[in-house]
C-alpha cells in the first residue's frame, strides 16, 4: 500500500475480476450460509431468486480477495522502485452495504474502491483512517454491491489528529 | 416445520444465535483463500501488528455471524435475503479458541408497499466473544416472507 500522506481522495483502484462457480457457491454457502437458494438450483428456481446465487458474504469475501491481490500488487511495484511498503489494516468496519442483484452462477463482477475521505486516527498515533466505496459490477454492466469501508493505513509521520 | 414469517417478528424481540467457537485451523484457512494478510495468517507476524496477535478476518467473523443466524433462527424463518446491510462494526478482534455467541434483536417492521408478499424486518445484531465483550455489532433489514393465506 501507498502511505497515508500519498493516497489522493477521489482516485479509483480496479481490483480485478472473478467469475463465481456452481461448485464454490455452495461451497461457500453450506459452510457459512446454507439458505437453500445458495445452496440447491431447485430450491433457488423456486425461490424469488429465480436462479441459484451466491451468499451476498461470498461476494464480500471475494472482494476482499481480490482486494488484497491489489495491495500485495501495490506493495511489490513499490518495492521494485526502491520504496517502502505502507502497513495497512485492520478495518474498524463498513456502512451503507448494498446488495443490489443477486450475483448468480456464472456471473464474471468486477470490483473498484473509491477514496472518499481520509483523516489522522485520534486513537492511533502515526496511522490514518480511509473512507473507500467500493463497488462490484457484472458483465451487463450492472452493480450488484456497494458499500463504505474504513481501512486504518500507516503514516509517514506523525500527523497531529482532527477532531472526530 | 412452522415457518416464521414476517407476521411472526415483534419490535423488541430477541433471537438467539448459535454458540461457535472459533479454531486457529478454520482461522488460517478462511485467510488463506479470501484475505491473506500476515495478522491473520500467522502469530509471530500478527505479533507486530495492530491487532497484537493472530485474529481472524472480519470476513470470517461476518460469515460466522451469519451460520450463527442460520443455526440460532434464519433456519426455521421465511427468509427472502436481505438487501443490505446499513452498519458493521468490528469492535474486538476474534482469537483462536473464542465461542461466540449472541443475538438479534428486532428493531423495527416494515411491509413491502411495492411486493405485497413480502416485509422487512430490521434487527440490530450482537456478537459477543466468551469474556462477555462484544465483538461484532450490526444493523440489517432481512426480508421475509408474509404468512400464505
Known amino acids: 500500500m501507498m502511505f497515508f500522506e500519498e493516497i489522493v481522495v477521489g482516485e479509483v483502484a480496479e481490483l480485478g475480476a472473478h467469475t463465481f462457480t456452481a461448485e464454490e457457491i455452495k461451497r461457500f454457502a453450506s459452510a457459512f450460509d446454507p439458505q437453500p437458494f445458495h445452496m440447491d438450483e431447485a430450491a433457488a ?45 485492520p478495518s474498524p468496519g463498513f456502512n451503507d452495504l448494498k446488495w443490489l442483484k443477486p450475483v448468480y452462477v456464472g456471473d464474471r463482477i468486477s470490483f473498484s474502491t473509491e477514496v472518499l475521505a481520509k483523516r489522522a486516527s485520534r486513537s492511533r498515533p502515526g496511522w490514518g483512517l480511509l473512507t473507500l466505496r467500493s463497488v462490484g459490477r457484472n458483465q451487463m454492466g ?19 489528529p482532527e477532531d472526530e | 416445520m412452522s415457518l416464521r414469517y414476517f407476521e411472526d417478528f415483534e419490535v423488541g424481540q430477541i433471537l438467539p444465535l448459535a454458540p461457535h467457537t472459533v479454531t486457529r485451523a478454520e482461522i488460517v484457512a478462511f485467510a488463506a483463500e479470501f484475505d491473506p494478510q ?25 460469515a ?55 416485509g422487512f424486518v430490521r434487527f440490530r445484531h450482537e456478537v459477543m466473544n466468551g469474556r462477555g465483550e462484544m465483538v461484532m455489532l450490526a444493523e440489517n433489514p432481512i426480508m421475509l416472507s408474509r404468512r400464505p393465506n
Not at chain 1, 78 to 84: D, H, K, N, P, V
Not at chain 1, 148 to 159: G, K, L, M, R
Not at chain 2, 77 to 98: E, F, N
Request: proline share 5%; charged share 20%; hydrophobic share 45%.
Open chain 1, 45 to 89: 428456481e423456486a425461490s424469488h431468486f429465480g436462479k441459484l446465487c451466491a451468499s451476498g458474504w461470498h461476494t464480500l469475501a471475494i472482494w476482499m480477495r481480490l482486494n488484497v491481490r491489489h495491495m500485495q500488487q501495490v506493495a511489490r511495484e513499490r518495492a521494485a522502485s526502491g520504496l517502502a511498503p505502507a502497513r495497512s489494516g
Open chain 2, 38 to 62: 500476515p495478522f491473520h495468517l500467522d502469530e509471530a507476524a500478527a505479533a507486530d501488528t495492530l491487532l497484537g496477535g493472530l485474529a481472524a478476518s472480519g470476513w470470517h467473523t461476518c
Open chain 2, 64 to 118: 460466522l455471524f451469519m451460520r450463527m443466524m442460520y443455526h440460532g433462527w434464519i433456519s426455521e424463518a421465511a427468509s427472502m435475503g436481505s438487501p443490505g446491510v446499513d452498519s458493521l462494526k468490528w469492535l474486538r478482534p476474534v482469537r483462536p479458541g473464542d465461542t461466540l455467541s449472541g443475538r438479534s434483536v428486532v428493531v423495527e417492521l416494515r411491509a413491502s408497499k411495492s411486493k405485497p408478499d413480502r
Open chain 1, 142 to 160: 450492472e452493480d450488484v454491491i456497494s458499500f463504505v469501508a474504513h481501512v486504518f493505513i500507516e503514516a509517514q509521520v506523525d500527523t497531529p
